[in-house]
Every structure is written in structure tokens, then in C-alpha cells.
């Protein structure tokens, strides 16, 4: 004789859903609030190309209306000092403040 079990089918249905609504919710709502823009204090823009970085400071306009810009190359091999690395330490690093 098969017995149908139609009460704990609809449990195990219903209750996982009820499981995810209720973790969804609070997730939405941190969704939302993540997406709110905050006014930047320094706004950096940071290009990447094959051997070296760009940096532009937007923020600092100069009298041409460009921001202030600077490249950043890897150091020589032959002007390394002891215990400097080589692999991708540049002469100019950012540090921006949080």
C-alpha cells in the first residue's frame, strides 16, 4: 500500500521557502542601504598599464582643468636597497586616508 504523505510534502515545501523569505528580507535592505553614494573626500583615479600606473587626482584641478596627474614606474634593479622587493613595489605609492 503507498501512502500518500500530501501534509509533509507541503511542509517540507512551504517551511525552506519561509526559511529563505525570512533571510532575504534583512539581505535586501543591506542591499539597499550598500548602494547609497557617499561624498568622496579624495576622488583617485588609477590606471593600469603594461610596465607602470597613472594616478590623477581629480579633486586638485590645476589652471588647465586637469587634475593632478603623476606616473609611477617600478624601481631599477640596480637601484633597489637591501630587502626591497622587486615585484611590484613602485618609487611612488598611494596612501589614501580612510
Do not use: C
Amino acid at each position: 500500500k503507498i501512502l500518500h504523505g500530501t501534509t509533509i510534502e507541503i511542509a517540507w515545501t512551504v517551511t525552506p521557502s519561509l526559511i529563505l523569505v525570512l533571510i532575504a528580507i534583512p539581505s535586501f535592505a543591506l542591499l539597499y542601504s550598500m548602494d547609497e553614494v557617499v561624498d568622496p573626500a579624495v576622488t583617485i583615479k588609477a590606471i593600469g598599464h603594461q610596465w607602470y600606473w597613472s594616478y590623477e587626482y581629480s579633486d586638485y584641478n590645476q589652471s588647465d582643468n586637469e587634475g593632478l596627474l603623476f606616473d609611477s614606474y617600478m624601481i631599477p634593479e640596480d637601484e633597489l636597497e637591501l630587502g626591497q622587493l622587486r615585484l611590484l613595489d613602485v618609487d611612488n605609492r598611494v596612501v589614501v586616508p580612510v
